[in-house]
């Protein structure tokens, strides 16, 4: 028997077992996808931050119902993650309810082939600096079970720090680089997006043990 080749690529899938439409869990793992399986909206919630999922499937036609509900949760929780809706022939469901509505019915043929180009990139224009990894591509960052979009921005500014880990990048850099500027005199506008990307990669921006200030001179990012 060949094996299907491994993807990298975690699927969270929630599905239930109405028998009057096909499950996509075994089909999704034969594919070769890291696949996590939730029962319910609410299993899918407690799962999502420790799953740390590429793409979320709900396939709602299994659990007799629109999706739009759990959906709308899934995106409360995380914003950033994409939504494949599966639903029964009859639902009516805008489109607009997940990132990508298919309904039945369809092949896994097809789903992959839906699926496959939602995920993040191969890599080929990806950072990784110990813990934190930057799609730059797709613009976002994971770090520790955080999924965060990133604005084009604060991507130039996170890449300008894991250019240079553990070396202290001063304001002035910092500024020519992201801002195209030699002014600093608004030091408000970098101390703002820090701190926006102290959310989207520390555990307790509050306590950052990531990006550190050094007072005077500029930060630092210890992974």
């Known amino acids: 028997m060949v094996r299907a080749k491994a993807i990298d690529a975690t699927v969270l899938i929630i599905e239930g077992k109405h028998a ?38 709900v396939n709602a036609a299994s659990m007799r119902s ?23 022939p009859d639902k009516k469901v805008s489109d607009d309810a997940a990132t990508l509505v298919l309904r039945h019915p369809f092949t896994i043929q097809k789903l992959t082939n839906r699926i496959k180009p939602l995920l993040p990139s191969d890599g080929k224009n990806t ?15 994971r770090c520790l079970g955080q999924n965060t ?55 307790d921006p509050t306590k950052p043990k990531f990006l550190r200030t050094i007072r005077g001179v500029g930060y630092r990012l210890d992974v």
């Open 20 to 57: 009057d439409f096909p499950s996509f869990t075994i089909p999704l793992q034969k594919k070769g996808f890291d696949l996590r399986v939730a029962k319910s909206g609410t299993q899918a919630l407690a799962q999502l931050k420790d799953a740390d999922p590429d793409i979320l499937v």
């Open 66 to 88: 629109s999706g739009i509900r759990i959906c709308k949760k899934l995106q409360e929780q995380d914003a950033s993650t994409p939504i494949i809706l599966i639903i029964a």
């Open 127 to 141: 950072l990784q600096t110990g813990a934190i990894r930057l799609d730059l591509d797709r613009k976002r960052v």
């Open 149 to 203: 979009r990133l604005t084009p921005r604060l991507v130039m500014l996170l890449q300008t720090l894991m250019e240079s880990p553990g070396e202290v990048v001063e304001r002035e850099e910092l500024f020519k680089k992201v801002w195209e500027t030699d002014y600093i005199g608004d030091t408000r506008t970098l101390d703002v997006h820090i701190s926006w990307l102290r959310k989207a990669i520390e555990p």
